[in-house]
């Protein structure tokens, strides 16, 4: 089958310390100091063969995210810009949907013919973490399209118990192409979705949200916002395109934050009350987090879903005196939160759909990683 590989010299930084546990499973744990040289290449690999517990999915569409785009650019010594868990070579792509084309020998949950979607992260459900009920912290995790197969494939096998059916999406869009479209964009928005509810605990209907930045995430996160009662949704994004998408997926107000100071607008929206809920989906946080500080309301919450490896200043007197709350979120799986966003797309209050403004085939997929990272779109989708 045709898939795209990403291939990369396993260099480490001269200042990375290598652990033993890197050494013996070949994952670097922070991909951009060891990874250097990528290569992607749409390429013919052999089929995946489904295990006993998969089912085989063939894939349907799959979204280009900004991690994919942190594999194509490089910094200036070659080195990937993607700072998390990989081990290549590896077929890229993690947020899909596909149709069940054979299943393994124990699977009963799924059969030939379904339409799912399926978390990225593969928990092993064995750990401490995962007994505990945080799936999203596994310590032996596996990640579709960084570790293991990704879906910028035509098949991809992958254990039955991380798919979720999509028939009640279809149901609602009286579409199989739109459904799977739909389903692609469930993994970005579950990751979203994770960081507003189960993390930070979400906020009151009639509460003031602010969303800084409104790629992928940020978009998802003001329709959640939006859909979920929120009484004032306020974007901060720098791309005039994505600003405009923002309030197409239900933000009152899209702001350029250089030509603006987000927190003086936030202030006056508020009428001085300030913001009950920020979300962090920028990951520039040296820049965001400040002006979320200075716009906190008695209360309020912050939580960082955008990532970015460095360390940021904050005056914690402001919790304090402003009884504020910061939370880090990572990951989608858990909770709920798949089936969940899966519903409320199946109700119509959350139409992800609109943020896919431009669809490719697969043997162009290098060409669609590299329009991503124009920032212009809200999400490329390839469709294999
Ligand atoms: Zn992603
Ligand atoms: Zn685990």
Not at 113 to 129: L, N, R, S
Not at 184 to 209: D, K
Request: with cysteine; net charge neutral; hydrophobic share 40%.
């Amino acid at each position: 089958m045709k898939a795209l590989v990403l291939d990369a010299k396993w260099e480490p930084r001269p200042d990375y310390t290598v652990t033993p546990w890197e050494k013996e499973t070949g994952k670097a744990i922070t991909g951009s100091s060891v990874w250097r040289h990528p290569q992607l290449n749409v390429q013919t690999v052999a089929d995946p063969t489904p295990g006993p517990d998969d089912v085989l999915l063939q894939v349907k569409a799959c979204g280009v995210c900004g991690s994919d785009i942190h594999f194509y650019e490089k910094d200036k010594d070659d080195y990937i810009l993607y700072p998390g868990l990989t081990k290549f070579p590896t077929t890229t792509g993690h947020e899909f949907s596909g149709e069940v084309v054979a299943v393994g020998k124990q699977v009963k949950t799924l059969k030939v013919g379904d339409m799912v979607t399926a978390e990225e992260m593969i928990w092993c459900g064995y750990c401490t973490p995962c007994r505990n009920g945080f799936p999203n912290h596994c310590e032996n995790l596996e990640e579709i399209g960084f570790t293991i197969p990704g879906a910028f494939a035509e098949y991809l096998a992958i254990g039955a118990k991380y798919c979720w059916k999509l028939d009640a999406i279809a149901e609602r869009y009286g579409s199989k192409e739109k459904a799977y479209e739909a389903g692609s964009v469930v993994e970005p928005t579950s990751v979203a979705y994770n960081g507003i509810f189960p993390r930070a605990g979400g906020f009151a209907p009639g509460a003031f949200t602010a969303i800084f930045g409104a790629g992928p995430i940020g978009l998802a996160s003001i329709a959640l916002c939006r859909a979920s009662g929120a009484g004032l949704v306020v974007a901060f994004e720098v791309s005039e395109n994505r600003r405009a998408i923002a309030k197409k997926l239900g933000a009152d107000y899209a702001y350029d934050p250089r030509t603006v100071v987000p927190h003086q607008v936030l202030m006056e929206l508020t009428k001085g009350e300030g913001v009950d809920f920020c979300v962090e989906a920028a990951g520039a946080p040296t820049k965001t987090i400040p002006e979320m500080e200075k716009a906190l309301a008695i209360n309020g919450k912050i939580v960082q879903i955008g990532r970015a490896a460095e360390r940021v200043p904050m005056y914690l007197e402001t919790l304090q005196v402003r009884r504020g709350q910061v939370y880090g979120a990572q990951g989608h799986s858990g909770d709920a939160i798949f089936p969940s966003v899966i519903r409320m797309m199946a109700s119509g209050r959350l139409d992800m759909t609109q943020m896919i403004t431009a669809r490719y085939d697969l043997p162009k997929t290098v060409e669609a990683i590299a329009a991503s990272g124009e920032r212009f779109h809200g999400k490329i989708t390839v469709k294999p």
